[in-house]
């Protein structure tokens, strides 16, 4: 064991206090703020400024990881090429999805969000994020070590991109085929990467809709409980 060293956190500055008041306002603030993301299928062809994005992904690039190996790799996508290419192996796969692979049951909890096998928006949205969840790799650029807790620590990152995205004006869907292989071709990926979603993002086409199931958020008192 080395010892190493630490950082005071009231030197970093990084930390604010807030009264009561504030606490409880701030709080409420924010949740106004989220509670108006929506997952849209319908986006726009307008393009978006690669720095919005960018600075999104540092935003993810800043959540907590096992041993802070930060196991994630976002491989940002707006070349049309290579939009299609994904579209074309994203298309093949949910065709298989939606002709049988699917149970019945699966199915039918889809119904209500209207999805089928068709992908436009893959080639529509000015960017696709394409996550990567990386079962090695260490702090160090270059490294080759085990990571930990991969799935938990992507999915935190995942949750922080979504949020910066919205926070900056950018609408999202999360998206995953199955299987998602096809990602680490187009995209030069070595095999301990393993394909996590992709995050199609760009601005909601004028004519955008949301399904009303979508709109139904389990209350406080279903999701919580106090002790
Ligand atoms: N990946 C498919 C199916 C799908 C599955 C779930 I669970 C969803 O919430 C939505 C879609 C598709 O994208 O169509």
């Known amino acids: 064991m080395t010892t190493q060293e630490h950082i005071l956190l009231s030197d970093l500055g990084d930390w604010a206090e807030y009264t009561e008041t504030d606490m409880r306002k701030r709080a409420e603030q924010f949740y106004e703020m989220i509670r108006k993301r929506h997952t849209i299928r319908h986006f726009s062809t307008d393009p978006v400024p690669k720095e919005a994005i960018e600075a999104c992904i540092k935003a993810a690039?800043?959540?907590p990881s096992g041993a802070n190996h930060q196991p994630w790799h976002f491989a940002l996508v707006g070349d049309p090429e290579i939009k299609k290419q994904v579209r074309d192996a994203a298309e093949e796969e949910e065709r298989a999805f939606y002709a049988?692979?699917?149970?019945d049951e699966w199915l039918k909890a889809l119904?209500?969000?209207?999805?089928?096998?068709?992908?436009p928006h893959l080639e529509d949205a000015p960017w696709l994020i394409c996550i990567f969840a990386q079962r090695r790799g260490g702090v160090e650029a270059g490294e080759d070590?085990?990571?930990?807790?991969?799935?938990e620590s992507v999915g935190i990152a995942t949750g922080l991109l979504i949020t910066a995205l919205h926070q900056a004006g950018l609408a999202t869907l999360t998206h995953t085929p199955n299987p998602m292989n096809f990602?680490?071709?187009i995209l030069n990926r070595p095999s301990t990467d393993k394909p996590y979603l992709i995050l199609v993002v760009?601005?909601?086409?004028?004519h955008a809709t949301i399904p009303e199931h979508a709109l139904k958020k389990k209350p406080l008192k279903d999701i919580m409980s106090v002790f």
């Open 145 to 151: 070590r085990k990571n930990y807790y991969v799935n």
């Open 111 to 119: 119904e209500p969000i209207g999805t089928n096998e068709n992908k």
């Open 202 to 206: 760009g601005k909601p086409d004028a």
């Open 100 to 103: 049988g692979k699917a149970s």
């Open 183 to 185: 990602l680490n071709q």
């Open 61 to 63: 690039g800043t959540a």
